[in-house]
């Protein structure tokens, strides 16, 4: 065995040693990336963004974490919105991402990890899942910060509800990061 299969051999136990001791010393080693940086999210930038969001023109929904608001997006353009949205709390964020896609919808759902001001499995009509832990857009109260989903008037979620499919695009973003990435993507910054 060459010198440079042993570096590579020593430099994968030294890779693993390091996740396991994190794991066992009661962490949790997760990769983590930034999703503003991605091969995703370059090819989003690129793209030219629905007129008056700060999302790609071929997502069907949109999130602006900063500005707290949801839009439906149809052909490129707003069918309607923007919708006031309530996301999540400190330690729970609503995830950022560029390729969400609508995967199961629930018009009655119930948490099975969050209890509600009751106590009992908190309610979430119109649940429309998008991303993985469950976030969904759904039914709420706008006063509370959510555990990461995208909480919406309970008459908004319906709309979200009846409008999006399995299969639909969502991106959640935060706006003014979002658009100063498309300006350099375009030369403009």
């Not at 370059?42 to 969001?53: I, L, R, S």
């Not at 969904?136 to 309970?154: I, M, N, P, T, Y």
């Not at 409008?163 to 100063?180: A, F, H, M, P, Y």
Request: overall charge positive; proline content about 5%; glycine content about 14%.
């Amino acid at each position: 065995m060459g010198d440079r299969e042993r570096r590579r051999r020593r430099a994968a136990v030294v890779t693993g040693l390091v996740l396991v001791t994190g794991v066992g010393l009661g962490g949790t080693a997760v990769a983590t990336a930034d999703p503003e940086q991605s091969r995703v999210a370059a090819a989003a930038h690129a793209e030219p963004a629905a007129p008056g969001t700060p999302c790609s023109a071929s997502v069907r929904a949109c999130v602006d974490l900063e500005t707290r608001q949801a839009w439906l997006v149809s052909g490129g353009t707003v069918e309607r919105g923007p919708f006031r949205v309530t996301t999540g709390e400190a330690g729970k964020e609503t995830p950022v991402g560029h390729s969400f896609r609508v995967y199961r919808k629930e018009a009655d759902h119930r948490s099975g990890e969050y209890p509600g001001p009751d106590g009992r499995p908190a309610r979430m009509p119109y649940s429309v899942f998008f991303a993985d832990g469950g976030v969904a857009f759904h039914g709420g109260d706008l006063s509370r910060e959510s555990a990461g989903c995208v909480k919406l008037q309970r008459a908004d979620a319906k709309r979200f509800f009846d409008t999006l499919q399995i299969g639909d695009k969502v991106q959640v973003v935060r706006g003014s990061v979002e658009n100063g990435h498309r300006a350099k993507a375009r030369g403009r910054a």
